[in-house]
Protein backbone atom coordinates (compact mmCIF):
# COMPACT_ATOMS: atom_id res chain seq x y z
CA UNK A 1 0.00 0.00 0.00
CA UNK A 2 1.64 3.52 -0.93
CA UNK A 3 0.28 6.80 -0.10
CA UNK A 4 -0.42 7.84 3.37
CA UNK A 5 1.42 10.66 2.37
CA UNK A 6 0.54 14.23 4.13
CA UNK A 7 0.72 15.46 7.60
CA UNK A 8 -2.34 15.21 9.58
CA UNK A 9 -0.95 18.58 11.91
CA UNK A 10 -4.88 19.87 11.98
CA UNK A 11 -5.87 16.84 13.79
CA UNK A 12 -2.43 15.21 14.98
CA UNK A 13 -1.19 12.18 13.50
CA UNK A 14 -4.78 9.73 14.21
CA UNK A 15 -6.84 12.05 13.78
CA UNK A 16 -7.76 13.42 17.56
CA UNK A 17 -9.20 16.26 17.62
CA UNK A 18 -7.16 19.31 18.81
CA UNK A 19 -9.96 21.94 19.64
CA UNK A 20 -13.81 22.01 20.07
CA UNK A 21 -16.21 20.78 17.45
CA UNK A 22 -19.03 22.59 17.00
CA UNK A 23 -20.64 20.79 13.94
CA UNK A 24 -21.30 17.59 13.36
CA UNK A 25 -22.05 14.79 10.44
CA UNK A 26 -25.89 13.41 10.64
CA UNK A 27 -26.10 9.90 8.63
CA UNK A 28 -29.42 9.84 7.11
CA UNK A 29 -29.79 6.24 6.61
CA UNK A 30 -32.93 4.78 4.43
CA UNK A 31 -35.37 2.55 5.82
CA UNK A 32 -35.70 -0.40 3.61
CA UNK A 33 -39.16 -0.55 2.36
CA UNK A 34 -41.70 -3.44 2.69
CA UNK A 35 -41.59 -4.17 -1.28
CA UNK A 36 -37.37 -4.98 -1.11
CA UNK A 37 -36.88 -7.70 -4.05
CA UNK A 38 -34.27 -8.78 -6.54
CA UNK A 39 -35.98 -7.45 -9.73
CA UNK A 40 -32.20 -7.15 -11.31
CA UNK A 41 -33.54 -3.91 -13.04
CA UNK A 42 -29.79 -1.94 -12.13
CA UNK A 43 -27.56 -2.00 -15.54
CA UNK A 44 -24.20 -2.18 -14.71
CA UNK A 45 -24.70 -3.07 -11.18
CA UNK A 46 -22.94 -6.66 -11.28
CA UNK A 47 -25.15 -7.73 -7.66
CA UNK A 48 -27.91 -6.39 -8.64
CA UNK A 49 -28.04 -8.39 -11.99
CA UNK A 50 -26.32 -11.69 -10.83
CA UNK A 51 -29.12 -11.92 -7.99
CA UNK A 52 -32.46 -11.53 -10.22
CA UNK A 53 -34.99 -13.04 -9.74
CA UNK A 54 -33.95 -14.64 -6.37
CA UNK A 55 -36.44 -14.38 -3.49
CA UNK A 56 -35.80 -11.71 -0.92
CA UNK A 57 -36.09 -10.90 2.60
CA UNK A 58 -37.71 -7.65 3.29
CA UNK A 59 -37.54 -8.15 6.80
CA UNK A 60 -34.41 -9.46 7.46
CA UNK A 61 -33.10 -6.15 4.88
CA UNK A 62 -34.34 -3.34 6.87
CA UNK A 63 -33.54 -4.64 10.84
CA UNK A 64 -29.75 -4.88 9.17
CA UNK A 65 -30.05 -1.48 8.02
CA UNK A 66 -31.59 -0.49 11.29
CA UNK A 67 -28.65 -2.78 13.01
CA UNK A 68 -25.84 -1.15 10.90
CA UNK A 69 -27.47 2.51 12.26
CA UNK A 70 -27.32 1.51 15.80
CA UNK A 71 -23.97 0.70 16.06
CA UNK A 72 -23.33 4.42 14.46
CA UNK A 73 -24.96 5.55 17.58
CA UNK A 74 -23.44 3.01 19.95
CA UNK A 75 -19.78 5.42 18.74
CA UNK A 76 -21.49 8.28 19.76
CA UNK A 77 -22.75 9.10 16.64
CA UNK A 78 -25.95 10.97 15.35
CA UNK A 79 -28.21 9.19 13.45
CA UNK A 80 -31.53 9.92 11.68
CA UNK A 81 -33.81 7.88 9.14
CA UNK A 82 -35.84 8.73 5.42
CA UNK A 83 -38.57 7.12 5.35
CA UNK A 84 -39.20 4.54 1.81
CA UNK A 85 -41.04 5.89 -0.89
CA UNK A 86 -44.50 4.57 -1.81
CA UNK A 87 -44.04 1.48 -3.53
CA UNK A 88 -46.05 -0.15 -5.02
CA UNK A 89 -46.54 3.18 -6.84
CA UNK A 90 -50.35 3.18 -8.04
CA UNK A 91 -50.39 6.79 -9.19
CA UNK A 92 -47.45 6.17 -11.39
CA UNK A 93 -49.03 3.14 -13.08
CA UNK A 94 -52.16 4.82 -13.23
CA UNK A 95 -50.79 7.57 -15.09
CA UNK A 96 -50.15 5.01 -17.68
CA UNK A 97 -53.54 4.06 -18.40
CA UNK A 98 -54.70 1.41 -16.34
CA UNK A 99 -57.55 1.57 -14.40
CA UNK A 100 -59.92 0.74 -11.99
CA UNK A 101 -59.52 0.55 -7.77
CA UNK A 102 -55.92 0.63 -7.00
CA UNK A 103 -55.66 -3.03 -6.73
CA UNK A 104 -57.06 -3.75 -10.25
CA UNK A 105 -54.73 -1.38 -11.05
CA UNK A 106 -51.78 -3.11 -9.91
CA UNK A 107 -53.11 -6.19 -10.92
CA UNK A 108 -53.97 -5.56 -14.41
CA UNK A 109 -50.53 -3.95 -14.84
CA UNK A 110 -48.49 -7.18 -13.93
CA UNK A 111 -50.68 -9.31 -15.92
CA UNK A 112 -49.59 -7.07 -18.45
CA UNK A 113 -45.84 -6.46 -17.81
CA UNK A 114 -44.34 -7.73 -14.42
CA UNK A 115 -41.44 -5.99 -15.61
CA UNK A 116 -43.20 -2.60 -16.02
CA UNK A 117 -44.45 -3.28 -12.09
CA UNK A 118 -40.88 -3.96 -11.00
CA UNK A 119 -40.53 -0.77 -12.05
CA UNK A 120 -42.55 0.74 -9.87
CA UNK A 121 -42.31 -1.40 -7.13
CA UNK A 122 -38.83 -0.83 -6.64
CA UNK A 123 -37.46 -0.12 -2.47
CA UNK A 124 -33.98 1.13 -4.09
CA UNK A 125 -34.65 4.54 -2.53
CA UNK A 126 -33.26 2.90 0.38
CA UNK A 127 -30.22 4.13 -0.83
CA UNK A 128 -29.94 6.76 -0.19
CA UNK A 129 -26.20 8.58 -0.85
CA UNK A 130 -28.28 8.69 -3.88
CA UNK A 131 -31.29 10.76 -2.85
CA UNK A 132 -29.54 14.15 -3.00
CA UNK A 133 -26.28 16.68 -3.00
CA UNK A 134 -25.62 17.68 0.27
CA UNK A 135 -23.49 20.96 0.28
CA UNK A 136 -22.75 22.58 4.24
CA UNK A 137 -23.35 25.67 5.67
CA UNK A 138 -19.62 26.52 5.84
CA UNK A 139 -19.31 25.20 1.90
CA UNK A 140 -22.44 27.41 0.69
CA UNK A 141 -22.35 31.23 -0.42
CA UNK A 142 -25.76 32.07 2.18
CA UNK A 143 -24.79 29.55 5.17
CA UNK A 144 -27.73 27.37 4.77
CA UNK A 145 -27.38 23.93 4.06
CA UNK A 146 -28.28 22.97 0.57
CA UNK A 147 -29.85 19.95 -0.76
CA UNK A 148 -30.67 19.19 -4.54
CA UNK A 149 -32.74 16.21 -4.96
CA UNK A 150 -31.22 13.45 -7.30
CA UNK A 151 -32.97 12.90 -10.67
CA UNK A 152 -31.65 9.67 -11.45
CA UNK A 153 -32.46 10.12 -15.11
CA UNK A 154 -29.86 6.62 -15.89
CA UNK A 155 -32.44 3.88 -14.61
CA UNK A 156 -36.22 4.06 -14.85
CA UNK A 157 -36.80 2.48 -11.35
CA UNK A 158 -35.25 5.50 -9.91
CA UNK A 159 -36.32 8.45 -12.23
CA UNK A 160 -39.58 8.15 -10.54
CA UNK A 161 -38.10 9.18 -6.81
CA UNK A 162 -36.82 12.34 -7.07
CA UNK A 163 -40.54 13.98 -6.54
CA UNK A 164 -41.13 12.63 -3.61
CA UNK A 165 -37.54 12.94 -2.44
CA UNK A 166 -37.96 16.52 -2.25
CA UNK A 167 -40.96 16.47 -0.40
CA UNK A 168 -39.73 14.23 2.69
CA UNK A 169 -36.71 16.75 2.50
CA UNK A 170 -38.69 19.63 2.76
CA UNK A 171 -40.76 18.32 5.83
CA UNK A 172 -37.73 17.17 7.70
CA UNK A 173 -35.39 20.14 6.86
CA UNK A 174 -38.64 23.01 6.83
CA UNK A 175 -36.73 25.64 8.14
CA UNK A 176 -35.89 27.64 5.17
CA UNK A 177 -33.36 29.77 7.28
CA UNK A 178 -31.24 26.97 7.79
CA UNK A 179 -31.93 24.75 4.70
CA UNK A 180 -32.33 25.35 1.50
CA UNK A 181 -34.11 22.22 -0.59
CA UNK A 182 -33.66 22.73 -4.60
CA UNK A 183 -36.16 20.76 -6.97
CA UNK A 184 -34.67 18.15 -8.87
CA UNK A 185 -33.01 19.11 -12.32
CA UNK A 186 -34.60 18.88 -15.32
CA UNK A 187 -35.37 15.21 -16.83
CA UNK A 188 -32.76 15.28 -19.58
CA UNK A 189 -30.23 12.85 -20.68
CA UNK A 190 -28.07 16.25 -20.51
CA UNK A 191 -28.44 16.68 -16.42
CA UNK A 192 -28.27 12.70 -15.73
CA UNK A 193 -27.57 13.63 -11.91
CA UNK A 194 -27.04 10.27 -9.29
CA UNK A 195 -26.50 12.43 -6.15
CA UNK A 196 -24.21 12.40 -3.13
CA UNK A 197 -22.91 8.58 -4.31
CA UNK A 198 -20.85 10.56 -6.71
CA UNK A 199 -19.63 13.64 -3.95
CA UNK A 200 -17.34 14.02 -1.67
CA UNK A 201 -15.82 16.99 0.59
CA UNK A 202 -13.17 17.34 2.16
CA UNK A 203 -12.19 19.68 4.91
CA UNK A 204 -10.17 20.33 8.06
CA UNK A 205 -12.99 19.40 10.13
CA UNK A 206 -16.62 19.07 9.65
CA UNK A 207 -17.44 23.05 10.64
CA UNK A 208 -14.62 23.92 8.58
CA UNK A 209 -14.97 25.16 4.97
CA UNK A 210 -14.44 22.38 2.63
CA UNK A 211 -13.50 21.27 -0.87
CA UNK A 212 -16.44 19.91 -2.35
CA UNK A 213 -15.28 16.90 -5.48
CA UNK A 214 -17.96 15.99 -7.80
CA UNK A 215 -16.74 13.43 -9.67
CA UNK A 216 -18.93 12.78 -13.22
CA UNK A 217 -19.07 9.45 -15.52
CA UNK A 218 -19.58 11.36 -19.20
CA UNK A 219 -19.45 14.73 -20.30
CA UNK A 220 -22.69 15.31 -21.98
CA UNK A 221 -21.62 17.27 -24.54
CA UNK A 222 -18.44 16.30 -25.12
CA UNK A 223 -16.72 13.30 -27.44
CA UNK A 224 -18.17 9.45 -27.31
CA UNK A 225 -16.61 7.39 -24.60
CA UNK A 226 -15.81 3.19 -24.98
CA UNK A 227 -18.38 2.66 -21.74
CA UNK A 228 -20.51 -0.56 -22.20
CA UNK A 229 -22.56 0.37 -18.53
CA UNK A 230 -24.27 3.84 -18.35
CA UNK A 231 -21.79 6.60 -17.28
CA UNK A 232 -24.86 8.01 -15.11
CA UNK A 233 -23.51 11.37 -13.70
CA UNK A 234 -22.72 14.28 -16.53
CA UNK A 235 -20.56 17.01 -15.79
CA UNK A 236 -23.37 19.21 -16.88
CA UNK A 237 -25.43 17.83 -14.19
CA UNK A 238 -22.23 18.23 -11.43
CA UNK A 239 -21.89 22.08 -12.47
CA UNK A 240 -25.36 22.64 -12.32
CA UNK A 241 -25.26 21.47 -8.45
CA UNK A 242 -22.70 23.43 -7.58
CA UNK A 243 -24.18 25.99 -8.78
CA UNK A 244 -27.34 25.91 -7.06
CA UNK A 245 -24.99 25.98 -3.98
CA UNK A 246 -22.82 28.56 -3.90
CA UNK A 247 -20.14 26.74 -4.66
CA UNK A 248 -16.89 28.45 -6.77
CA UNK A 249 -14.13 27.69 -8.59
CA UNK A 250 -12.25 28.26 -5.18
CA UNK A 251 -13.83 25.35 -3.57
CA UNK A 252 -14.94 22.88 -6.25
CA UNK A 253 -13.31 20.53 -8.21
CA UNK A 254 -15.00 18.30 -11.34
CA UNK A 255 -12.93 14.96 -11.75
CA UNK A 256 -13.82 12.28 -14.19
CA UNK A 257 -14.26 8.75 -13.07
CA UNK A 258 -12.40 6.05 -14.73
CA UNK A 259 -13.45 4.42 -17.44
CA UNK A 260 -12.16 1.11 -16.27
CA UNK A 261 -14.19 1.65 -13.17
CA UNK A 262 -17.29 1.94 -14.49
CA UNK A 263 -16.62 -1.31 -17.41
CA UNK A 264 -15.94 -3.45 -14.10
CA UNK A 265 -19.59 -2.04 -12.54
CA UNK A 266 -18.52 0.30 -10.22
CA UNK A 267 -21.64 2.69 -11.83
CA UNK A 268 -21.02 5.54 -8.75
CA UNK A 269 -17.54 6.84 -7.50
CA UNK A 270 -18.86 5.59 -4.08
CA UNK A 271 -18.44 1.83 -5.04
CA UNK A 272 -14.64 2.99 -5.44
CA UNK A 273 -14.27 5.82 -3.00
CA UNK A 274 -14.86 7.43 -0.13
CA UNK A 275 -13.72 10.66 2.00
CA UNK A 276 -14.46 11.94 5.65
CA UNK A 277 -12.91 15.21 6.52
CA UNK A 278 -9.34 15.47 5.29
CA UNK A 279 -9.05 11.93 4.21
CA UNK A 280 -9.64 10.27 0.58
CA UNK A 281 -9.67 6.29 0.80
CA UNK A 282 -9.52 5.10 -2.47
CA UNK A 283 -8.70 2.22 -5.36
CA UNK A 284 -5.95 3.03 -8.23
CA UNK A 285 -8.66 2.59 -10.39
CA UNK A 286 -11.12 4.87 -9.38
CA UNK A 287 -9.92 7.53 -11.73
CA UNK A 288 -7.32 7.43 -14.47
CA UNK A 289 -4.57 9.96 -13.26
CA UNK A 290 -5.23 10.11 -9.49
CA UNK A 291 -2.32 12.22 -9.15
CA UNK A 292 -3.47 15.00 -11.09
CA UNK A 293 -6.92 14.39 -8.95
CA UNK A 294 -5.01 15.04 -5.70
CA UNK A 295 -3.14 17.90 -6.82
CA UNK A 296 -5.74 19.96 -7.59
CA UNK A 297 -7.39 18.70 -4.12
CA UNK A 298 -4.73 20.19 -2.64
CA UNK A 299 -3.77 23.74 -4.67
CA UNK A 300 -7.79 24.26 -3.38
CA UNK A 301 -7.15 23.19 0.36
CA UNK A 302 -6.28 26.30 1.66
CA UNK A 303 -6.07 25.64 5.55
CA UNK A 304 -5.40 21.77 5.58
CA UNK A 305 -3.14 19.13 4.28
CA UNK A 306 -5.36 16.67 2.71
CA UNK A 307 -4.78 12.93 2.99
CA UNK A 308 -4.65 10.09 0.45
CA UNK A 309 -5.19 6.88 1.20
CA UNK A 310 -5.19 4.75 -2.13
CA UNK A 311 -5.34 0.79 -2.88
CA UNK A 312 -2.73 -0.44 -5.16
CA UNK A 313 -4.95 -2.17 -7.77
CA UNK A 314 -1.63 -4.97 -7.98
CA UNK A 315 -2.30 -5.93 -4.04
CA UNK A 316 -6.41 -4.84 -4.23
CA UNK A 317 -7.74 -6.28 -7.24
CA UNK A 318 -10.73 -4.24 -8.84
CA UNK A 319 -13.13 -7.09 -8.61
CA UNK A 320 -12.45 -7.84 -5.16
CA UNK A 321 -13.01 -4.28 -4.13
CA UNK A 322 -16.40 -4.13 -6.61
CA UNK A 323 -17.94 -7.84 -4.48
CA UNK A 324 -16.75 -6.64 -1.60
CA UNK A 325 -17.81 -3.09 -1.54
CA UNK A 326 -14.77 -2.19 0.31
CA UNK A 327 -14.76 1.33 -0.84
CA UNK A 328 -18.82 1.47 -0.16
CA UNK A 329 -17.53 1.89 3.36
CA UNK A 330 -18.99 4.80 5.98
CA UNK A 331 -16.09 6.58 7.05
CA UNK A 332 -16.94 8.60 10.25
CA UNK A 333 -15.11 10.79 12.65
CA UNK A 334 -15.64 9.52 16.25
CA UNK A 335 -16.18 11.59 19.13
CA UNK A 336 -13.18 10.05 20.70
CA UNK A 337 -11.02 10.91 18.09
CA UNK A 338 -9.56 9.19 14.78
CA UNK A 339 -11.83 7.70 12.57
CA UNK A 340 -13.70 4.29 11.92
CA UNK A 341 -14.84 2.40 8.96
CA UNK A 342 -18.39 0.73 8.87
CA UNK A 343 -17.81 -2.38 6.67
CA UNK A 344 -19.97 -5.17 4.99
CA UNK A 345 -19.11 -8.65 6.03
CA UNK A 346 -18.09 -9.13 2.95
CA UNK A 347 -14.78 -7.22 2.52
CA UNK A 348 -14.03 -9.12 5.90
CA UNK A 349 -14.34 -12.36 3.75
CA UNK A 350 -12.25 -11.15 0.80
CA UNK A 351 -8.69 -11.76 1.43
CA UNK A 352 -6.93 -8.69 -0.42
CA UNK A 353 -9.69 -6.51 1.28
CA UNK A 354 -9.28 -7.70 4.55
CA UNK A 355 -5.61 -7.36 4.17
CA UNK A 356 -5.49 -3.95 2.73
CA UNK A 357 -7.89 -2.97 6.05
CA UNK A 358 -5.84 -4.71 8.52
CA UNK A 359 -2.92 -2.61 6.69
CA UNK A 360 -4.70 0.60 7.22
CA UNK A 361 -5.28 0.42 10.71
CA UNK A 362 -1.72 -0.58 11.35
CA UNK A 363 -0.68 2.63 9.34
CA UNK A 364 0.30 6.06 10.46
CA UNK A 365 -3.23 7.45 9.42
CA UNK A 366 -6.32 8.45 10.82
CA UNK A 367 -8.18 5.41 10.52
CA UNK A 368 -8.14 3.26 13.99
CA UNK A 369 -11.13 1.04 13.70
CA UNK A 370 -13.23 -0.80 11.61
CA UNK A 371 -16.29 -2.59 12.40
CA UNK A 372 -17.67 -5.10 9.70
CA UNK A 373 -21.81 -5.54 9.50
CA UNK A 374 -23.83 -8.11 8.10
CA UNK A 375 -25.84 -5.72 5.26
CA UNK A 376 -26.15 -8.97 2.66
CA UNK A 377 -30.04 -8.09 2.16
CA UNK A 378 -28.64 -4.60 0.61
CA UNK A 379 -25.66 -5.87 -1.15
CA UNK A 380 -27.27 -8.89 -3.03
CA UNK A 381 -28.73 -5.82 -4.68
CA UNK A 382 -26.05 -3.88 -5.00
CA UNK A 383 -25.59 -1.53 -2.18
CA UNK A 384 -23.52 -1.32 0.57
CA UNK A 385 -22.72 0.11 4.00
CA UNK A 386 -21.62 3.95 2.21
CA UNK A 387 -25.23 3.41 -0.17
CA UNK A 388 -27.72 3.12 2.69
CA UNK A 389 -27.01 6.58 4.28
CA UNK A 390 -26.90 10.73 2.95
CA UNK A 391 -24.94 12.63 4.69
CA UNK A 392 -25.46 16.05 6.35
CA UNK A 393 -23.61 18.45 8.00
CA UNK A 394 -25.07 20.18 10.65
CA UNK A 395 -24.14 23.18 13.12
CA UNK A 396 -25.95 23.26 16.27
CA UNK A 397 -28.68 25.73 15.23
CA UNK A 398 -29.16 23.70 12.11
CA UNK A 399 -29.30 19.96 14.05
CA UNK A 400 -32.16 21.18 16.46
CA UNK A 401 -34.41 22.84 13.28
CA UNK A 402 -34.24 19.20 11.76
CA UNK A 403 -37.77 17.38 12.24
CA UNK A 404 -37.08 15.87 15.51
CA UNK A 405 -39.69 12.50 14.53
CA UNK A 406 -36.62 11.21 12.28
CA UNK A 407 -33.80 11.71 14.66
CA UNK A 408 -32.81 8.22 16.19
CA UNK A 409 -32.41 6.92 19.67
CA UNK A 410 -32.35 3.52 21.25
CA UNK A 411 -36.49 3.54 21.91
CA UNK A 412 -36.86 4.68 18.79
CA UNK A 413 -34.91 2.02 17.43
CA UNK A 414 -36.85 -0.30 19.33
CA UNK A 415 -39.96 0.76 17.93
CA UNK A 416 -39.09 0.61 14.30
CA UNK A 417 -38.22 -2.61 14.49
CA UNK A 418 -41.34 -4.03 16.22
CA UNK A 419 -42.46 -2.11 13.03
CA UNK A 420 -40.70 -3.80 10.89
CA UNK A 421 -41.48 -7.19 12.23
CA UNK A 422 -45.19 -6.70 12.34
CA UNK A 423 -45.82 -5.74 8.86
CA UNK A 424 -42.74 -6.83 7.01
CA UNK A 425 -42.64 -10.06 5.00
CA UNK A 426 -39.64 -12.71 5.19
CA UNK A 427 -39.89 -13.50 1.59
CA UNK A 428 -40.96 -11.77 -1.51
CA UNK A 429 -40.38 -12.63 -4.80
CA UNK A 430 -41.29 -11.20 -8.50
CA UNK A 431 -44.27 -12.63 -8.68
CA UNK A 432 -45.76 -11.45 -5.48
CA UNK A 433 -45.44 -8.09 -6.69
CA UNK A 434 -48.46 -8.25 -8.63
CA UNK A 435 -50.79 -9.24 -5.42
CA UNK A 436 -53.11 -6.52 -4.51
CA UNK A 437 -52.42 -7.76 -1.38
CA UNK A 438 -48.58 -6.83 -0.98
CA UNK A 439 -50.40 -3.09 -1.94
CA UNK A 440 -52.50 -3.24 1.24
CA UNK A 441 -49.74 -4.42 3.38
CA UNK A 442 -47.23 -1.89 2.39
CA UNK A 443 -50.03 1.09 2.44
CA UNK A 444 -50.33 0.05 6.00
CA UNK A 445 -46.92 -0.31 6.48
CA UNK A 446 -46.64 3.26 5.52
CA UNK A 447 -49.42 4.73 7.45
CA UNK A 448 -47.96 3.25 10.17
CA UNK A 449 -44.60 4.83 10.01
CA UNK A 450 -45.46 8.22 9.56
CA UNK A 451 -47.13 7.99 12.71
CA UNK A 452 -43.59 6.76 14.51
CA UNK A 453 -41.80 9.52 12.43
CA UNK A 454 -44.62 12.48 12.73
CA UNK A 455 -44.81 12.96 9.49
CA UNK A 456 -48.22 13.19 8.49
CA UNK A 457 -49.66 13.18 4.60
CA UNK A 458 -46.60 11.69 3.80
CA UNK A 459 -47.72 9.77 0.66
CA UNK A 460 -50.11 10.35 -1.97
CA UNK A 461 -52.33 7.56 -0.85
CA UNK A 462 -52.47 9.33 2.47
CA UNK A 463 -53.71 12.31 1.16
CA UNK A 464 -55.95 11.35 -1.29
CA UNK A 465 -58.17 9.24 1.15
CA UNK A 466 -57.73 12.55 3.81
Not at 457 to 465: E, K, N, T
Amino acid sequence: MRDFGNDYALRGARGKPTGLTVSVEMNFDGLVGPTHNYAGLSHGNIASSKHKGKAANPRAAALQGLAKMRRLIDLGLPQAVLPPQERPLVPGLRALGFGGSDGQVLESAFAHSPALVANYSSASCMWTANAATVTPGADSADGRVHFTPANLMAMPHRALEDSQTQRALSMIFADNKHFAVHAPLAHTPLLGDEGAANHNRLCASHESAGVEVFIYGRDALGPKTNLKFPGRQTLQASESVARLHGLTDANAVFHPQSETAINAGAFHNDVVCVSNETVLFFHENAFDDPAALEAEIIAKAKDFAPQFIMAPAKEVPLGDVISSYLFNSQLVTLPSGGMALILPTQVEETASTKAFVNEVLASDNPITQAHYLDLRQSMANGGGSACLRLRVVLDEAQRAAVHAGVVMDHSKFDALEDWVKSHYRDRLTIEDLGDAMVLTETREALDALTQLLDLPALYDFQRSSA
